[in-house]
């Protein structure tokens, strides 16, 4: 899932100064499922802010919604009517969602009330960890379901460095080392020797570097309107 | 005398579980014990029951205060549900202190149904920290109309939410 947190209240009544009558849009998805921006984590944000905001004497009215999946046109359609009476909308989606509403409603300020910040996966009840970087060339096959990209500091494809201690990574002594995790879990299947087997440098063009991605499935494509 | 002489008497809601506070509350009133008549309780299941939202909600409504009464630790009937309203309490006075509210107006306590005594001793405590804060700025400014209040005919939400909702469904909270 994607996970995000809560922009701190501070943050979000400075982003809201001067707006009166705010919608707060949230999404049953992603965002739901790590508590950050679901139904009920949209009533108590809306609450605050509409708590904060009267306490320092600039009332502010703040609607509440939450979509099935912002980050979809058809979901958030329905949103187009009633939305000229607001103001602003304060998406609590994760970024994805936050720009969905943006383009669909281009004449409206859209304002993000969550920091997204990772996919991940909940390893307790209210602790989420990073388990992927989207980094477009999955390499779960050859580390045992244990991806170094995303959960080694350094991104080594040959680890582990030097810096693992005991088990745990230099970089923050509560990190496990990915690489030992590795190294553990292969060997535990009889495959460790597949490790020896050097791996070349990475190529990171399938990563970020080539600014937005995109995929394009052409058998999943509308045909063109004339064709139809 | 007019209204401005007229003494605070703070308005209280307390959250209390059917298994220990609640009954210690009716116990401390067949005993003949006083608290504060301003206290307003609310019986609850359990006070695994409290969420944050309601919490907020109860403060937004104008509440000068609020108690969260469970039961002792390790005696709740469903386990940890005292446990997780300790939590939820703890979260939601940090959300107060963020708002501007003190978060001493929101305080949880502990009691068995033999506890009547503490109940009322507890209960104006309660009272008497709560008027030394004053009365809620939220609720002496919703009482000067400065609040613009929309809100759900249907279920009294003060924000409602739009079509295709969770909340038209009925099953939003």
Redesign the interface.
Same mark, same amino acid.
């Given at each position: 899932m994607i996970v995000a947190k809560q922009k *701190? #209240?501070?943050e979000l009544t400075a982003m809201l100064d001067g707006y009166r009558n705010v #919608?707060a849009v949230g999404c =049953?998805t992603c965002v739901t499922v790590c508590f950050a921006g679901g139904?009920?984590e949209v =009533?108590?944000l $809306?609450?605050?802010l %509409?708590? $904060?905001r %009267? #306490?320092? =004497?600039q *009332?502010m009215?703040? $609607? @509440? !919604? !939450?979509?099935q999946r912002q980050c979809e046109a058809e979901y958030i359609a *329905? #949103?187009a @009517? =009633?939305l000229d009476e607001f103001d602003a909308i304060l998406s609590l989606g994760c970024g994805v969602g936050v720009q969905t509403l943006a383009e669909r409603f281009p004449d409206k300020r859209v304002l993000p009330a969550l920091d997204t910040t990772f996919m991940g996966l909940p390893t307790e009840q209210g602790v989420w960890e990073e388990r992927c970087q989207g980094c477009g060339h999955c390499v779960l096959d050859i580390t045992g379901g244990i991806c170094p990209v995303s959960r080694c500091a350094k991104q080594l494809m040959n680890g582990p460095c030097g810096g693992s201690q005991g088990g745990m990574c230099e970089v923050d002594s509560d990190t496990p080392c990915a690489w030992q995790l590795i190294w553990e879990r292969l060997d535990r299947q009889g495959l460790a020797d597949r490790l020896l087997e050097i791996q070349p440098p990475r190529d990171w063009s399938t990563s970020r570097d080539g600014g937005p991605r995109r995929i394009v499935r052409d058998d999943l494509r509308l045909p063109p309107p004339e064709d139809v | 005398m007019t209204v401005a002489e007229t003494p605070f008497e703070p308005k209280i809601v307390a959250f209390c579980c059917r298994h220990c506070a609640y009954a210690a509350a009716d116990l401390a009133g067949t005993s003949r014990l006083a608290y504060p008549p301003s206290l307003n309780i609310v019986e609850l299941p359990c006070t695994g029951r409290v969420d944050v939202l309601e919490l907020l909600r109860t403060f937004e409504d104008g509440v000068d205060g609020l108690l969260v009464a469970g039961c002792l630790p390790g005696r709740c009937h469903y386990l940890a549900g005292n446990l997780h309203a300790r939590q939820r309490v703890d979260y939601a006075q940090r959300w107060l202190e963020d708002i501007g509210l003190e978060g001493e107006r929101l305080r949880m306590i502990n009691l068995s149904a033999a506890m009547g005594a503490q109940f009322a001793e507890l209960a104006t405590e309660m009272a008497e920290t709560i008027k030394s804060l004053g009365p809620s700025p939220l609720g002496t400014r919703r009482a000067a109309g400065e609040i613009p209040t929309t809100g759900c005919a249907a279920c009294g939400d003060p924000a409602p939410l739009l079509a295709e909702s969770a909340h038209d469904r009925g099953d939003g909270r």
């Open positions: *701190p #209240l501070s #919608l =049953g139904v009920k =009533g108590i $809306a609450s605050a %509409r708590m $904060a %009267r #306490l320092d =004497g *009332p009215s703040v $609607a @509440e !919604t !939450t979509v *329905p #949103l @009517e =009633g | -």
